[in-house]
DNA sequence: CGCTCCGTTGAAGAGAATCAATGAGCGTGG
DNA sequence: CCACGCTCATTGATTCTCTTCAACGGAGCG
């Protein structure tokens, strides 16, 4: 399914997926590979776009290519509340069951792999070896998101923009920001002053530095988990 | 596998199981059903009891019977962070893959069906109904997990109480609280007095009464779900 | 009766939200 | 090229909620 330089046609270049290897369909191969990448549809996806819609049929599942995507639910006061990221690899939305709980929305530009329900079920049906990864990464994730969920309980501002920082960064210095200062907020339950002001504080405490909005160079990444835990 | 009234031998009553309905082995029948059962073991957990210990090797899952479970994470200080529930029906733990992240502990006396991985895992390779009916349950679990963490992101301690107490209540009046406020507040990221004080406060406005330290009865469910939201 | 555990209540303080203003980056258009 | 408007981020002053620290009360139990 994955075309990076084409939106159409052609056979399917699953092989080359960068995302595959980690991704739930990396249990296929050979002519499996094809056939279900064949059922799917790529899909760029622009920063802001949105993927599902909360409370919409789930008609349709997907695997993230690349980019980063938002997992959001509206308040009363329409007010948003992220309840969760989708990173390259990651797998969107509910092959069963109810409708989807929440709205999928890109970040920043990404591609996706888009799945209907309708073909994406019976696939599993002839595939038990995807059903068992699919089980495997949908408890990977319940766990994830109950330690992001312990993460937010009785943390200080500080502590709580520290780990979000720490948790987007992988082994590099410098961590690129998929999200804005609001999105920070809405994800951590805080305002976007405060978050504003706590990335300021790291910053005057020299464990950080702000090279600009959307970057954040780790000067002491020890300092700074110490922080995020304590 | 459910045994209300002998801990030892004889053959599995899993048809009398009052959870089976809802439960994952709600799928299967006559001989898949006795095997099943063959495999668990049914066990009584007293109140305070834990089942499984965060950071252990993730060797067994189980079913609820009855009673309720607490799924916790402990931090650097001792403090606890209950970052779900576990009521009659559900599944817990991890069928595959890496360690499980918090530990499972019963809040009041309760009955479960434990089965080891070693077994579990066999038995799904054969019966691709129940393991399609773990997928289905694992990603409404994992929606429940989301729409518990948009509860609490964002939301005065007085909103958060009383979700909780919404979310405990069925059809009826009375709640039974299957925890202490400290729990209760472990759950929210709240303190203990905080919450003693919102229960009060609740109180004093004539939503709830407070019978006893284990139980409130709803008096006024629309203004207490009217103040939960907004 | 005295003990402990748990819950409630009170007073003080800290931390984050709120309200409000300023500043930086960026595309548009003059 | 620079002025303008727009969005997003930062900073400040104030308010308010929740926490913290502390004392008290009630239920269960030896």
């Not at 969107?92 to 329900?117: I, W």
């Not at 009785?154 to 690129?176: E, H, I, P, W, Y």
């Amino acid at each position: 399914m994955y075309r990076p330089s084409e939106e159409t046609g052609g056979k399917s270049q699953c092989t080359a997926c960068p995302a595959r290897a980690k991704a739930i369909c990396g249990v296929l191969t050979g002519d499996d590979l094809a056939t279900f990448g064949a059922l799917g549809r790529h899909r760029r996806l622009a920063r802001g776009q949105t993927l599902m819609w909360e409370g919409d049929a789930a008609d349709s599942v997907a695997n993230v290519i690349s980019g980063v995507l938002k997992l959001a639910t509206a308040g009363v006061g329409g007010d948003e509340q992220i309840v969760g990221l989708a990173w390259p690899a990651d797998f969107v939305g509910s092959p069963f069951g109810a409708a989807c709980g929440c709205s999928v929305t890109a970040l920043v530009d990404s591609e996706v792999c888009l799945f209907p329900r309708a073909t994406f079920g019976p696939f599993l049906d002839d595939h038990p070896e995807m059903e068992r990864a699919l089980v495997t990464r949908a408890f990977a994730d319940l766990d994830k998101a109950r330690e992001f969920q312990a993460m937010l309980g009785r943390r200080s501002a500080g502590q709580k923009v520290a780990a979000l920082l720490l948790a987007m960064a992988d082994t590099g210095d410098v961590v690129f920001l998929p999200m804005s200062r609001q999105e920070m907020a809405d994800l951590l339950g805080l305002t976007i002053e405060t978050v504003s002001r706590q990335l300021g504080r790291l910053a005057g405490q020299g464990l950080i530095d702000l090279p600009d909005r959307r970057s954040v160079r780790l000067r002491r990444r020890d300092a700074l988990e110490a922080f995020a835990v304590a």
